[in-house]
Nanobody, 127 residues
Framework: VQLQASGGGLVQAGGSLRLSCVAS????????IGWFRQAPGKGREAVSC???????????DSVKGRFSISSDNAKNTKKTVYLQMNTLKPEDTAIYYC??????????????????WGQGTQVTVSS
């Protein structure tokens, strides 16, 4: 299993970024693929995920209405999941990690149950 994240960067408050996560090495079924983030001095928190089964999505409260997750609905062995981040705030500054949970969206925010992690990508929002 490989999760390749990209798209981070430096942006001013109110700006936008789009993160990408290319997932490969497994057959897409009903797993949840999405993003966690870790701000300096804080624990890692779940941000958003999308189901490979029915496309249902989940967002943590602090990003609802600002972030949007989607995927390319690939049915083979490589899929790209996108996290469109709009109206960014300084508190969104963190390292963002792509992750997959084979138990699905209901369990995605349980960090101990994450099956695989990608490498992080830094998002910095200046005020």
């Amino acid at each position: 299993v490989q999760l390749q994240a990209s798209g981070g960067g430096l942006v001013q408050a109110g700006g936008s970024l789009r993160l990408s996560c290319v997932a490969s090495g497994f057959t897409f079924d009903d797993e949840a693929i999405g993003w966690f983030r870790q701000a300096p001095g804080k624990g890692r928190e779940a941000v958003s995920c999308i189901s490979s089964d029915d496309g249902s999505t989940w967002y943590t409260d602090s990003v609802k209405g600002r972030f949007s997750i989607s995927s390319d609905n690939a049915k083979n062995t490589k899929k790209t999941v996108y996290l469109q981040m709009n109206t960014l705030k300084p508190e969104d500054t963190a390292i963002y990690y792509c992750a997959v949970n084979f138990r699905g969206t209901n369990y995605f925010d349980l960090i101990s149950l994450v099956d695989y992690w990608g490498q992080g990508t830094q998002v910095t929002v200046s005020s």
